[in-house]
C-alpha cells in the first residue's frame, strides 16, 4: 500500500474553494497571506445565505477534504453557524453570515486595504 500523497497549501486550497461553489456559497475568495503573517498560507473566506446554509457549506469543506484523507482540522462556531472557522494549519476557512462578513471585512485587513492592515513579513 502506497502513502498518501500529501496536498500543497494552495491544492488544499482549490479543494475547498470548489466544496464552497458546489454548494452554492456567497462569494467565496481566496487570500494568499503569505509573507502577511507566519499562521497560515491562505484564508478561504465565503458566506451563507443562513445559519443551515453555512453548515451545509462547512460540512461540504469537511467532506471534500476527508474523502482527500485530510482530517485534524480544529472548528469553531459550528454550533451558532453565524462566523464558523475550519483550522487546517496551512489553510484557514472563514464562513460567515454576511452581514458578519460585511461588518468585518476580512479580505479588506488582509489584502492591506483597511487601515491597520498587517504588513508584509520581512523576507528571510
Known sequence: MS???QLTSEQKSK???KALEDKKAVEPVLIPVQG??????????????SRI???ALVDAVIEKLADKGIKGKRMEGYD???WVL???GDVVVHVM???QRAFYKL????SGAERGSPPPLPAE
Open 3 to 5: 502513502p498518501k500523497r
Open 15 to 17: 479543494l475547498i474553494l
Open 36 to 49: 502577511r503573517t507566519v499562521m497560515t498560507d491562505y484564508f478561504v473566506v465565503a458566506s451563507g445565505t
Open 53 to 55: 446554509h453555512i453548515r
Open 80 to 82: 451558532e453557524s453565524v
Open 86 to 88: 475550519l483550522d487546517y
Open 97 to 99: 453570515a454576511q452581514d
Open 107 to 110: 479580505e479588506s485587513y488582509w
